[in-house]
């Protein structure tokens, strides 16, 4: 019964980020999420450009 009460405490206690906090997050995500794609562009064009070259 007691672990049971320790562990309904906990459950109260957990509160939410602020909203600042929240947004940094999402917009670290993002920043993540960019520099992922954009480092798979840029590895496909020198990839494409390494190609072209060999042919000729």
């Not at 109260?12 to 909203?19: A, E, F, I, T, V």
């Amino acid at each position: 019964m007691i672990i049971w009460y320790w562990l309904k405490l906990l459950k109260l206690k957990k509160k939410r980020g602020s909203p600042i906090l929240e947004e940094i997050l999402l917009i670290g995500i993002a920043v993540v999420i960019f520099a992922i794609i954009f480092g798979v562009i840029l590895s496909l064009i020198d990839w494409t450009k390494v190609a072209i070259e060999d042919l000729f």
